[in-house]
């Protein structure tokens, strides 16, 4: 299977996220069309999984392989909504639906209340280790912030099964962790907070909308089409992505 392709790809408080939802006709052997068992099926619970850095085909990133391998049927019966690495994140099945990550069974809180978000981690410590649990730690509160959660909401794989050592590379300092989170869902409250507040020098915000082109492989051509679109009197530029 070719490397996937999102169907969207949107930014969340500097976090990318490309999605790809699995839905009954993804052929993905383990699909709930389960809704979660929650008021309004809204997640209750963020619960955070470690699973381990593989080794990165050329071209791809480990969370990508992760997602494909779902879409493959190489993961088994596991189903989780997000994976995310130091560089890229995944979401695979909608927040409202039921996955197949906690090991507490069909009716279990942990798979019918919770998100599942899959860290890719080594436990090295080195840099894109601490850059994995980072961005992990983002995701996190942006779905509490989403889901109107406080951090007593966010869980362990091991918080529903016990006799699974889970988040390995982040339970030996979970405290810690949490704190990340805290930290980070205090700022985006305070980023809403600020964009929803009235301008102090009497002005009108202003409404802009952005336009994305698409993506280039080959420079040239994309500064063949910044050219274009500069010469019909657009405002383009070029941003380098790495993916």
Known sequence: MAFLTPDKTYDLHGLTVKEKLITAGSGVR???????????????????HNTPDINEAAGTNDAEQYAR???????GDVVVHYYIDETDCWHILADDTVGWHAADGVNGPGNTKSVAVEIIMDGSGRSHDVKAEERGALLAAILLRRYGLGV????????????????????PHWDAFVGKVKSYLADIEKQDAAAKAPRTDGAKKKTFYRVQVGYFGVYENAAAMKKLLNDAGFDAIIKEETV
């Open 30 to 48: 383990y699909y709930s069309n389960r809704r979660l068992d929650t008021i309004g099926h809204k997640p209750e619970y963020i619960t955070i």
């Open 69 to 75: 391998a779902t879409f493959n049927n190489n993961m």
């Open 152 to 171: 007593d909401r966010l869980k362990t794989h091991r918080d529903w099964y016990p006799k699974k050592y889970c988040p390995a590379y982040i339970l």
